[in-house]
């Protein structure tokens, strides 16, 4: 296990945080089938084909982030993180905050979206709450690399751009 700290993310971290991040957005759009699915369930109602496919879809990108979730976070342990570049220690420890924020959520959401499917549906409004955190912090996390692109000029955007030169 190497944690070393290069100047940049791996193309594996790059290829993950983008495809994660687009998993993200397909179900913080289209989720909504999924409340309209359990509805339908719970009235006895026909669900149209259209939520019925996005539901399913819904249930799938779920336990794919949460595979690559998985993925990422030994990705991660293996490779490090590359060091900070600021150094104002306040930038640092959001940085951190907000990482292992993320990282919380997508292992937490899906599973809770696991258990509201198999133990108890009442967990499907602690899982619904997961939306406006994960707008929030989406919110949070583009505008802080907006910051360091355009503000402080930094470089920190172009390492989740461009991958670091390996060898």
């Known amino acids: 296990m190497s944690l070393q700290r290069s100047s940049g993310y791996s193309s ?52 794919a982030i949460l595979a690559l979730v998985a993925v990422r976070l030994v990705v991660r342990l293996r490779q490090g993180a590359p ?22 959520l997508l292992v937490a959401v899906p599973i809770s979206g696991l258990l509201t499917v198999y133990v108890n549906p009442e967990i499907g409004d602690i899982h619904q709450l997961a939306k406006p955190a994960f707008i929030i912090l ?11 692109q355009f503000v402080l000029r930094d470089g920190t955007l172009r390492r989740m751009l461009v991958p670091a030169k390996e060898g």
Do not use: C
């Not at 945080?17 to 369930?41: N, P, R, Y």
């Not at 900070?84 to 292992?100: E, F, Q, S, T, Y």
């Not at 989406?138 to 910051?147: D, K, P, Q, S, T």
């Open 12 to 63: 594996i971290q790059i290829g993950l945080h983008w495809l994660i991040v687009a998993l993200v957005l397909f179900q913080l759009v289209f989720g909504e089938s999924m409340v309209a699915a359990t509805d339908a369930a719970e009235e006895g109602t026909m669900l149209g084909g259209a939520d019925a496919a996005l539901a399913t879809a819904h249930y799938w990108v779920g336990i």
């Open 83 to 104: 060091a900070p570049i600021d150094g104002n220690p306040v930038l640092r420890l959001a940085a951190k905050a907000m990482h292992w924020l993320f990282y919380a």
């Open 138 to 148: 989406i919110l949070i996390h583009a505008g802080a690399a907006l910051f360091h």
